[in-house]
């Protein structure tokens, strides 16, 4: 099993940034990708960014390409969500997700709350 906890949420201004973090504990060493996905209310879940743990590899939704970047810290085996330029569509609860190599997203955290104000 893995444990992930997020932290950085908070309420922000449009324009303004946010940086979320997903510490990762428990059978790490089989993460393959480590990704970021958001839910807004009445909305579906929806993937916003994902990071290939070994070789670093980056994906993003279309959404948030160029003002959201995905990184991270393989030896406090964390990952960060730097989110600039926010806008009010970008309110949700974010969720850290981790997979081990050919299988789905199996590990969730618990979310953290990212509202941005107009």
């Known amino acids: 099993q893995v444990q992930l906890v997020e932290s950085g949420g908070g309420l922000v201004q449009a324009g303004g940034s946010l940086r979320l973090s997903c510490a990762a504990s428990?059978?790490?060493?089989?993460?393959?990708?480590m990704g970021w996905f958001r839910q807004a209310p009445g909305k579906e879940r929806e993937f916003v960014a994902a990071?290939?743990?070994?070789?670093?590899?980056?994906y993003y939704a279309d959404s948030v390409k160029g003002r959201f970047t995905i990184s991270r810290d393989n030896a406090k085996i964390t990952v960060y969500l730097q989110m600039n330029n926010l806008k009010p569509e970008d309110t949700a609860v974010y969720y850290c997700?981790?997979?081990?190599?050919?299988?789905?997203?199996?590990?969730w955290g618990q979310g953290t709350q990212v509202t941005i104000s107009s």
């Open positions: 997700a981790a997979a081990y190599r050919g299988s789905e997203y199996n590990f």
């Open positions: 428990g059978r790490t060493f089989g993460i393959y990708t």
């Open positions: 990071i290939t743990w070994s070789g670093g590899n980056t």
